[in-house]
């Protein structure tokens, strides 16, 4: 069948809702694309149901398949809705203003209305699918970064290949910078998405990405660098009077009051402490020294050293974090993630309110927070990813939720997330959550539960105002497209040289050793 053939016509048009017949020996899929052609305007639709019946009554059905009776001419048809999302008329395109009529053809989109559709963005993360082809790219804006935006779907359909992909074109754009926390420890050597297929196989990862983990040493916050201030992110349950108490000891004690204060306590109790800063309630003692006793000290050994300061200064200047944390605790976890996120969230907030000429130059930075839902949940005490997705838009600071529990997010949170890319999903709980708190979503569910590894709807809100079926393209063929980086380094020379020069070298200082014996 050619491309301009019509694949159906109308049969029936309600508000934003057309059904259609379907023509003999075509199939279509959830959620492809079809145009419908209406007079001088071309409307496009998102199929999201079909059925199949005859013109047949069901008894006369029944006595047929049952051998009993055979009827005269009948007709068997297929019939497809889909929902209405665009409307051309001319070179101007937008929502629809009307609907098609009875009788337009139904066409499968092509290559041709990939322009009209404009879904191609600075961040290429996959293609668009229509049926069984894939059709024109399909990318997010780095406007939209800042917009905040979330990544759904159940464990295997394809999350891990879909951040990496995501976070490789932030890192090939000199205009974005990334700031990634690993919970799995997959994304630096891409464990199940194929052999050396990792951001540290990104061609730019030597120069444009720094890796932190505790295998390596380089993740400690030092106790000499908390400051009480700091308490609130480490332990978001923790009282008033105790945050009093930690600054008094703070003004006495300096950058070491946390070891001064423990071993003070640990020697004369209560009483040593009062003998610092004067009487205190015994409650409060006990109970901030009993939260910083607990402070595991791979973590936050005695020292000056913070990574988190690393972190600010090179994510400043473009350089992208990957943080792994997957050999820490749950609790450890929530520290290291909160504090530097607060930390460098903060960085961009006070450089916009104190030095925005700096801060124009400072890259657009997404972060990317997997388990999102352990930190989003209405049900637990609010962190500072809560107050990113809700006013940090402006200082372009974006947030990118990846989980595979979207029904646990805040829905305050939730309706701030203006980019998502859905994954399949097989909880009817979480479904539900998406359809019915997304826009263009409402008649997707199906869809979402239909989805294969590696198929994705997309909606990037005011760029992409539909459900777009995406095909995430796979981070190792990318990685081939990619190629290796050329640094305009001088050619080194040959094995057989160096290797004869070495070998004068040492002759000439064995000389020298002989001379000296002599």
Request: glycine fraction near 8%; include cysteine.
């Amino acid at each position: 069948m050619s491309k301009f053939e019509p694949v159906g016509f109308v049969r029936d048009v309600k508000g934003d809702t057309v059904s259609f017949f379907l023509n003999q020996g075509v199939t279509l899929s959830f959620g492809q694309i079809v145009r419908i052609d209406s007079e001088t305007r071309s409307f496009y639709a998102r199929v999201v149901d079909a059925g199949s019946s005859s013109t047949l009554n069901t008894n006369e059905q029944l006595r047929e398949a049952e051998g009993k009776e055979s009827f005269g001419p009948y007709s068997s048809f297929r019939h497809v809705d889909a929902i209405l999302f665009l409307e051309r008329h001319g070179e101007n395109i937008r929502s629809p203003t009307f609907n098609p009529n009875y009788m337009d053809r139904v066409y499968a989109t092509c290559e041709d209305d990939h322009s009209v559709l404009r879904l191609s963005g600075d961040l290429e993360i996959g293609r668009l699918r229509s049926g069984e082809e894939v059709l024109g790219d399909v990318g997010i804006s780095v406007k939209a970064i800042p917009k905040m935006m979330g990544m759904f779907g159940m464990t295997g359909s394809g999350k891990t290949n879909t951040e990496l992909i995501l976070n490789a074109r932030i890192i090939d754009n000199p205009e974005t910078v990334g700031l990634i926390f690993d919970f799995a420890g997959q994304l630096l050597s891409g464990k199940d998405i194929g052999a050396d297929s990792g951001l540290r196989n990104h061609p730019l990862f030597h120069t444009k990405v720094r890796y932190y983990s505790t295998r390596d040493g380089k993740l400690c916050i030092g106790l000499h660098t908390l400051t009480p201030g700091r308490l609130w992110t480490i332990f978001p349950d923790i009282g008033k009077p105790q945050v009093r108490l930690a600054r008094r000891l703070y003004e006495q004690l300096g950058r070491c009051w946390i070891e001064q204060s423990l071993e003070i306590y640990r020697i004369e109790g209560h009483a040593g402490v009062g003998r610092i800063i004067g009487p205190q309630n015994k409650n409060a003692v006990s109970a901030l020294m009993s939260r910083l006793s607990d402070l595991p000290p791979h973590l936050y050994p005695p020292s000056n050293y913070n990574f988190i300061d690393d972190v600010v200064q090179n994510v400043s200047q473009g350089i992208t974090c990957l943080i792994d944390i997957s050999g820490l605790t749950s609790e450890e976890q929530q520290n290291v993630t909160c504090l530097t996120a607060s930390n460098v969230a903060y960085h961009y907030k006070q450089l916009w309110e104190r030095n925005f000429d700096a801060w124009v130059k400072l890259p657009t930075l997404l972060i990317t927070l997997e388990e999102a839902h352990e930190f989003l949940d209405p049900e637990i005490h609010k962190t500072i990813f809560s107050d990113i997705a809700l006013t940090y838009r402006k200082y372009r600071v974006g947030l990118n939720a990846v989980t595979p529990r979207p029904s646990k997010i805040n829905r305050d949170v939730f309706a701030e997330l203006w980019t998502k890319v859905i994954m399949k999903t097989e909880l009817k709980r979480d479904r539900d959550y998406l359809t019915q708190n997304t826009p263009y979503m409402e008649y997707s569910d199906t869809e979402i539960k239909m989805l294969d590894i590696g198929e994705a709807l997309l909606i990037s809100e005011p760029q992409i105002r539909f459900a777009v079926p995406l095909k995430v393209i796979h981070y190792p063929d990318y990685l081939k497209t990619r190629g290796k980086t050329d640094y305009d380094l001088p050619p080194s020379k040959a094995l057989s040289e160096m290797d004869e020069r070495l070998k004068r070298l040492k002759a000439a200082g064995e000389s020298l050793t002989t001379g000296d014996k002599i």
